[in-house]
């Protein structure tokens, strides 16, 4: 519903053409919600939280 409130507020124009392009590229990439997050190109959906987010982002960092 906000995307589509978003269309309507935007012009015809440039902002909107964006919006639908991104919204698409999510869609291609598996994206049908959010919070999303794609760490080193690996889909990551935080069910736990920003605690989540954050143990995947260290545990990351521990093995570079």
Same mark, same amino acid.
């Given at each position: 519903?906000? @995307?589509?409130? @978003?269309?309507?507020?935007?012009?015809?124009?440039?902002?909107?053409?964006?919006?639908?392009?991104?919204?698409?590229?999510? @869609?291609? &990439?598996?994206?049908?919600?959010?919070?999303?997050?794609?760490?080193?190109?690996?889909?990551?959906?935080?069910?736990?939280?920003?605690? &989540?987010? @954050?143990?995947?982002?260290?545990?990351?960092?521990?093995?570079?």
């Amino acid at each position: 519903e906000l @995307l589509l409130l @978003l269309f309507a507020a935007a012009d015809a124009g440039e902002l909107a053409a964006r919006v639908r392009q991104d919204m698409e590229s999510g @869609l291609r &990439s598996g994206v049908n919600g959010t919070p999303c997050f794609f760490i080193n190109g690996q889909r990551f959906d935080p069910r736990g939280g920003f605690e &989540s987010l @954050l143990d995947a982002v260290g545990q990351l960092v521990e093995r570079t």
